[in-house]
Nanobody, 129 residues
Framework: QLQLVESGGGLVQPGGSLKLSCGAS????????IGWFRQVPGKDREGVAC????????YYRESVKGRFTISRDNAKKTVYLQMDSLKAEDTGVYYC??????????????????????WGQGTQVTVSS
């Protein structure tokens, strides 16, 4: 069974950068759509980015376009989220998730997986001066 573990979170000043990693065990990630989500206490979880399909198309929520980059290294069974020009509103617990289905239209990202079957435990990102 696929298991996901996030790492790379931490405290960073506004304008700084962090690179999150989502490592897989139990299976490779090649055939999965991988999504990054974040959640702040008291608010709904929101999609941040996802990647997948035959051409590994990336999709981003509007507020992170141009600042975040999602990428995949199948040999290392890892998906990354490079986060630059971080803002206070990027603060939250970041989760990665994997779906073995297909893309569907999504109001947050444009497209996302029809279902995410596997989730990591999350990593905290705090953007503060």
């Amino acid at each position: 069974q696929l298991q996901l573990v996030e790492s790379g979170g931490g405290l960073v000043q506004p304008g700084g950068s962090l690179k999150l990693s989502c490592g897989a065990s139990g299976s490779t990630l090649e055939n999965y759509i991988i999504g990054w989500f974040r959640q702040v206490p008291g608010k709904d979880r929101e999609g941040v980015a996802c990647i997948g399909g035959s051409d590994d198309s990336p999709y981003y929520r509007e507020s992170v376009k141009g600042r975040f980059t999602i990428s995949r290294d199948n040999a290392k069974k890892t998906v990354y989220l490079q986060m630059d020009s971080l803002k206070a509103e990027d603060t939250g617990v970041y989760y990665c998730a994997a779906g073995d289905g297909y893309f569907v239209p999504d109001h947050e990202l444009g497209y996302t997986a029809n279902e995410y079957n596997y989730w990591g435990q999350g990593t905290q990102v705090t953007v503060s001066s």
